[in-house]
T-cell receptor
C-alpha cells in the first residue's frame, strides 16, 4: 500500500527565506505527483503537477522536483512571503489509479 | 466560472438517517473523486469515477455509496451514517486521471 510522508508537520520561517518542503512515497510506480495548497477552512488548490516521466515543474516562485527512483519530491518556494502561509500537501496517483495524500506541512511565514 | 460545487456546505444529522452530499462540476471532466479529511489522518480517498457509470473504491469506502449517472454529477450517499463518519468531505474532478485536480469547497458533516 502506498504511503506518502511529509516531514516536518510544521515549519516557521522569516519572510524572504527560500525554503524546501519534502515529500516521500514508498511505491515508485506512480502515475504522477501533485502539490496542493490548503488555506484554513478552505478547499485545496493545485500548485504543480509532475508527470512520472518529468523531473520538475515551475510556476512563478514555486519549483517542484520529482525523483521517482528514490521516492522523493521537493517543493521549493523562493523568497517566501506571509501570503505563502498555508498547509502544503503532496499527493501521488499510483498505478492502481488511487490517489494517496501526505498529511501536509503547515507553513508559517513571519513578517 | 469553472468550478466544483458541493451541497450542503454544513450538515448536522443523527445516526442512521440517510443523507446525500451532492457534487457537481461544469468543466466536462471525466474523472471525479470523493475524499474525507480528518485531523491526524489527512485526506483519504473514498471513491472515484473514471467516467459515467464507472466507479471504484478508494482507500476508505466502507459506509459510503456513490453513483455516476451523468458526467457532471457525483453524489456521495451515506445510507446509515454513524458518528465515525463525522468529517470534512471534499469532492474533486479532473479532465482525466492524472490531470490537475480541482477541489470543491468542502462539506463539514457532523453525525450525532
Amino acid at each position: 500500500k502506498q504511503e506518502v510522508t511529509q516531514i516536518p508537520a510544521a515549519l516557521s520561517v522569516p519572510e524572504g527565506e527560500n525554503l524546501v518542503l519534502n515529500c516521500s512515497f514508498t511505491d515508485s510506480a506512480i502515475y504522477n505527483l501533485q502539490w496542493f495548497r490548503q488555506d484554513p477552512g478552505k478547499g485545496l488548490t493545485s500548485l504543480l503537477l509532475i508527470q512520472s516521466s518529468q523531473r520538475e515543474q515551475t510556476s512563478g516562485r514555486l519549483n517542484a522536483s520529482l525523483d521517482k527512483s528514490s521516492g522523493r519530491s521537493t517543493l521549493y518556494i523562493a523568497a517566501s512571503q506571509p501570503g505563502d502561509s498555508a498547509t502544503y500537501l503532496c499527493a501521488v496517483i499510483g498505478a492502481n489509479s488511487k490517489l494517496t495524500f501526505g498529511k501536509g506541512i503547515t507553513l508559517s511565514v513571519r513578517p | 466560472e469553472a468550478q466544483v460545487t458541493q451541497n450542503p456546505r454544513y450538515l448536522i444529522t443523527v445516526t442512521g438517517k440517510k443523507l446525500t452530499v451532492t457534487c457537481s462540476q461544469n468543466m466536462n471532466h471525466e474523472y471525479m473523486s470523493w475524499y474525507r479529511q480528518d485531523p491526524g489522518l489527512g485526506l483519504r480517498q473514498i471513491y472515484y469515477s473514471m467516467n459515467v457509470e464507472v466507479t471504484d473504491k478508494g482507500d476508505v469506502p466502507e459506509g459510503y455509496k456513490v453513483s455516476r449517472k451523468e458526467k457532471r454529477n457525483f453524489p456521495l450517499i451515506l445510507e446509515s451514517p454513524s458518528p465515525n463518519q463525522t468529517s470534512l468531505y471534499f469532492c474533486a474532478s479532473s479532465l482525466l486521471l492524472g490531470d490537475t485536480q480541482y477541489f470543491g469547497p468542502g462539506t463539514r458533516l457532523t453525525v450525532l
